[in-house]
């Protein structure tokens, strides 16, 4: 696996952020994708995903930016840690880390399998 494919795969999902289009933020994950949010339960598949992202969306998301610090690959997967930043509007709304595992799918693609993250702000008291 390149770094250009897990790039390209974070330039998607970002463009879909910008975009508000939650079915191509959830084109980056797989069809058994797992997502992990920080204070909520896990959502599984690409279709829990997509509305998982249209709610983010709703709530007034209209940006941000994901950062690889580290990427290591054994076969199949490869795990990504990183830096997240949110916007709404022009404001920075949460900033945090998250760990992606990236599984090769069966055409050779590579898809988010399991995504965390969390904010580095404090939660609320």
């Given at each position: 696996m390149a770094r250009s494919d897990?790039?390209?795969?974070?330039?998607?999902?970002?463009?879909?952020?910008?975009?508000?289009d939650a079915g191509l933020m959830a084109s980056a994950?797989?069809?058994?994708?797992?997502?992990?949010?920080?204070?909520?339960?896990?959502?599984?598949?690409q279709a829990a995903i997509e509305q998982f992202w249209q709610g983010a969306l709703g709530?007034?998301?209209?940006?941000?930016?994901?950062?690889?610090?580290?990427?290591?690959?054994?076969?199949?997967?490869?795990v990504e840690e990183g830096r997240y930043e949110l916007r709404a509007g022009n404001q920075v709304v949460d900033t945090g880390k998250y760990v992606v595992v990236h599984r090769r799918q069966s055409d050779g693609s590579w898809k988010y399998g399991i995504d965390i993250w969390n904010s580095d702000q404090a939660p609320p008291s």
């Open positions: 897990i790039d390209a795969l974070n330039a998607t999902f970002v463009q879909g952020l910008e975009k508000g994950y797989a069809e058994d994708g797992r997502l992990l949010p920080p204070g909520a339960e896990p959502v599984s598949g709530q007034g998301l209209t940006g941000g930016s994901l950062s690889t610090v580290s990427l290591e690959e054994r076969g199949d997967l490869a």
